[in-house]
């Protein structure tokens, strides 16, 4: 069964950086495209960045294009989403899944808290 554990979240100041990890278990990790998402309160998940299996290729959201970076280490299982300039709309709770345009599985992790407030 796939497990996605996701962390590296917490408070910061506008302008400020996170990363964030995602580790996976259970599932051909360096044979899938992995992707982030972020979900809002009251909101649906939304696809925030997405990267293929051997980082070829990388996708943005428009509202992160040139803010956040996603990169992986399949020896390790892990995705990143390095995450600069932030500000307070980027304040959500993020999760990992596989897959590139759409999530491969149904069961999500946890996610990550991510609060940018002064």
């Known amino acids: 069964q796939v497990q996605l554990v996701e962390s590296g979240g917490g408070l910061v100041q506008p302008g400020g950086s996170l990363r964030l990890s995602c580790a996976a278990s259970g599932c051909t990790f360096g044979g899938s495209p992995m992707s982030w998402y972020r979900q809002f309160p009251g909101k649906e998940r939304e696809l925030v960045a997405a990267?293929?299996?051997?980082?070829?290729?990388?996708n943005y959201v428009d509202s992160v294009k040139g803010r956040f970076t996603i990169s992986r280490d399949n020896a390790k299982n892990t995705v990143y989403l390095q995450m600069n300039s932030l500000k307070p709309e980027d304040t959500a709770v993020y999760y990992c899944?596989?897959?590139?345009?759409?999530?491969?599985?149904?069961?999500w992790g946890q996610g990550t808290q991510v609060t940018v407030s002064s």
């Open positions: 899944n596989a897959g590139y345009s759409l999530p491969k599985y149904d069961s």
């Open positions: 990267i293929t299996s051997m980082s070829s290729i990388r």
